[in-house]
């Protein structure tokens, strides 16, 4: 196959993801914003924030670099694993130290209870296997888009089985 099919297929399996995404995104944050009070989606906001800067800041980049690699990614894939796990871990333990100031900066002592439940989130993110870049590296984007939508799917289900759970 040459190159522009691989390139012609890959963005359209990458489009279709990113298309797919947004559209449960924004289905899932209309079902979460409609199950809970405008305060609730408020500490809900304040969480996903927190969470969301605190990834931001420590993104290691280690995906791209094993992308670009020209070695054969099985002799770095363990070391990524528990790099990620580690990076799980830390911003794990930073959010619940953070919590109550977090809950004290926003004036929302109701929020500390979603921040603690959402700091396990990071925890369980690291233990995703990071072999998933032999997808891009390989040009398999078919593959790609099948893991990555059952990732959002699965976080998706549990987003909002947790809402149910934690809004009765």
């Known amino acids: 196959m040459g190159y522009k099919k691989i390139a012609f297929f890959g963005i359209s399996w990458m489009m279709s993801l990113n298309i797919i995404t947004g559209v449960?995104?924004?289905?899932k944050i209309a079902i979460i914003a409609r199950l809970l009070s405008p305060a609730d989606f408020g500490i809900f906001g304040i969480a996903l924030l927190s969470l969301s800067l605190l990834e931001l800041l420590?993104?290691?980049g280690l995906n791209v670099v094993l992308i670009q690699s020209k070695n054969d990614l099985s002799r770095?894939?363990?070391?990524?694993?528990?790099?990620s796990m580690i990076r799980g871990v830390l911003i794990t333990l930073a959010l619940i130290g953070l919590s109550p100031l977090i809950a004290r900066f926003f004036n929302s002592p109701q929020s500390l209870s979603i921040l603690l439940l959402i700091s396990m989130a990071?925890?369980?993110r690291g233990f995703i296997n990071p072999s998933?870049?032999?997808?891009q590296k390989e040009l398999r984007f078919k593959s790609e888009?099948?893991?990555r939508i059952a990732i959002f799917a699965?976080?998706?289900i549990v987003s909002i089985i947790l809402?149910?759970?934690t809004n009765q």
């Open 24 to 27: 449960f995104s924004v289905l």
């Open 58 to 60: 420590t993104e290691t």
């Open 76 to 83: 770095f894939l363990d070391s990524a694993w528990i790099v």
């Open 122 to 124: 990071p925890l369980l």
């Open 132 to 135: 998933e870049v032999i997808f």
């Open 145 to 147: 888009f099948f893991f």
């Open 154 to 156: 699965l976080d998706t």
């Open 163 to 165: 809402v149910i759970l």
